[in-house]
């Protein structure tokens, strides 16, 4: 014969079950109850007085169980506009086990952003099956390249060269593929961003990109070893520093994901690439950044750099 003890046990698990699932029954067929009384109240208007019919109308209801459909709807990208600029993201990818997980967070927050170009470029001998039908499924604007960075590029023994930085051959091809395709006296509004598949970006951070004149700036988080880095701005609204633990006196001491680039800039300087060959680690922003702009002409966003 079971212990009072174990009798309560099982009466204080049972019992908050059986409550949870009454409520949640009740709340699924109120509705459908609430639905079928008016479509009743409906049809006797309709009857006209005609007692027999809404007599039979009720009875028939009697036994009906209604099943009631929601449908999600996938929705694809804003509606293009032809007043806000187009924002041409340039992202490297290579293949390994997480890319299509990196690639579909890093699309799905794309899918927010209106007047969006994304130009997706492999590390790879061809564009891969996984990679093409991952983006037509997206719905997105999109470019789809590819070139393979050389072996001799790639590796060094067992250790990578610390010279060739992964992505920046496939960010070059980006870049040329923009010079090829715009006119440099278009008048197509444009902006260039470089956003890596592993990273996450906040919505806001595009819309605010989207006046940038030259060369546009702004904090990182989680970045060289620090909870953020940063411009360091002063009290007329300009750049003069950086905030960061690693080599501080580099000319643009700042991550790939802090700055954004006006479109015709980079179409008017055509020799202003990232450097492949003789650059340190941490350098490849400024051997691009210095072809385009002084520490004077950056425009710092989020607030004057205060906002991550």
């Not at 479509?39 to 009857?47: H, I, T």
């Not at 996450?200 to 989680?222: C, D, G, I, N, Q």
Request: aromatic fraction near 10%; include cysteine.
């Amino acid at each position: 014969m079971p212990k009072r003890r174990d009798i309560l046990a099982i009466v204080l698990i049972v019992l908050p079950w059986t409550l949870l699932i009454t409520v949640w029954h009740q709340s699924a067929i109120a509705p459908l109850l609430a639905i079928r009384k008016d479509d009743g109240v409906e049809g006797k208007r309709e009857a006209g007085g005609q007692a027999q019919d809404s007599k039979e109308y009720c009875a028939s209801d009697k036994d009906i169980v209604e099943v009631v459909r929601t449908e999600y709807v996938y929705t694809r990208p804003p509606p293009w506009s032809d007043v806000l600029p187009t924002i041409h993201i340039i992202t490297p990818t290579y293949s390994r086990p997480v890319q299509k997980a990196e690639l579909t967070r890093l699309a799905n927050t794309f899918l927010h952003i209106p007047n969006l170009h994304w130009i997706l470029v492999e590390d790879s001998q061809r564009r891969t099956p996984l990679v093409t039908r991952l983006l037509r499924e997206t719905g997105l604007n999109y470019t789809h390249l590819n070139v393979e960075t050389p072996r001799n590029y790639k590796l060094r023994g067992d250790t990578r060269d610390p010279r060739i930085p992964r992505g920046t051959m496939q960010r070059n091809l980006a870049l040329r593929w923009l010079r090829e395709t715009f006119n440099a006296n278009s008048s197509q509004a444009g902006i260039v961003y470089f956003a890596d598949d592993d990273n996450t970006y906040s919505l806001e951070l595009f819309e605010e990109m989207r006046s940038t004149r030259k060369v546009s700036v702004w904090p990182v988080a989680f970045v060289g070893g620090l909870r953020y880095e940063s411009p360091k701005v002063n009290a007329a609204g300009k750049v003069y520093g950086w905030k960061t633990v690693f080599d501080p006196h580099r000319p643009f001491a700042i991550d790939m994901a802090g700055f954004a680039i006006n479109l015709r800039l980079i179409l008017f300087k055509p020799q202003a690439y990232f450097k492949l060959r003789g650059v340190k680690g941490g350098y490849q922003e400024s051997s691009l950044l210095r072809e385009l702009v002084t520490l004077n002409d950056l425009e710092p966003k989020a607030a004057n750099c205060t906002k991550v």
